[in-house]
């Protein structure tokens, strides 16, 4: 069991940038794939991004390919999603969550079990 916090939300507006971070703390995260999943108001939450436990896999959804990266940071226990040239579409309660060992299907939300509060960004036009 590994306990998440995600930080760096806030109001930004359309053309901007802001980075995320997913803290760790209770276990390492060495082990474990991290991804990125976001819940508009009446949406469904769906998967933004996500990298594999080794680090050499990630997955992107088609919307922010090109725009957002996701990145680990071992001395910090975190992993990182900066977004670049943001989008209203991008409005969304943003959540991190953790799977031990996962490599593959690391889109598929249902495969993960330790998940965070969410941080809320808000994207204005």
């Known amino acids: 069991q590994v306990q998440l916090v995600e930080s760096g939300g806030g109001l930004v507006q359309a053309g901007d940038s802001l980075s995320l971070s997913c803290a760790a703390s209770?276990?390492?995260?060495?082990?474990?794939?991290v991804g990125w999943f976001r819940q508009a108001p009446g949406r469904e939450r769906e998967p933004v991004a996500a990298i594999s436990w080794t680090g050499s896999t990630t997955y992107y959804r088609s919307s922010v390919k090109g725009r957002f990266t996701i990145t680990r940071d071992s001395a910090k226990n975190a992993v990182n999603l900066q977004m670049n040239n943001m989008k209203p579409e991008d409005t969304a309660v943003y959540y991190c969550?953790?799977?031990?060992?996962?490599?593959?299907?690391?889109?598929?939300?249902?495969?993960?079990?330790?998940w965070g509060q969410g941080t809320q960004v808000t994207v204005s036009s």
């Open positions: 209770g276990r390492t995260f060495s082990g474990y794939a």
């Open positions: 969550a953790a799977k031990r060992f996962l490599a593959s299907d690391l889109d598929n939300l249902g495969r993960y079990d330790n």
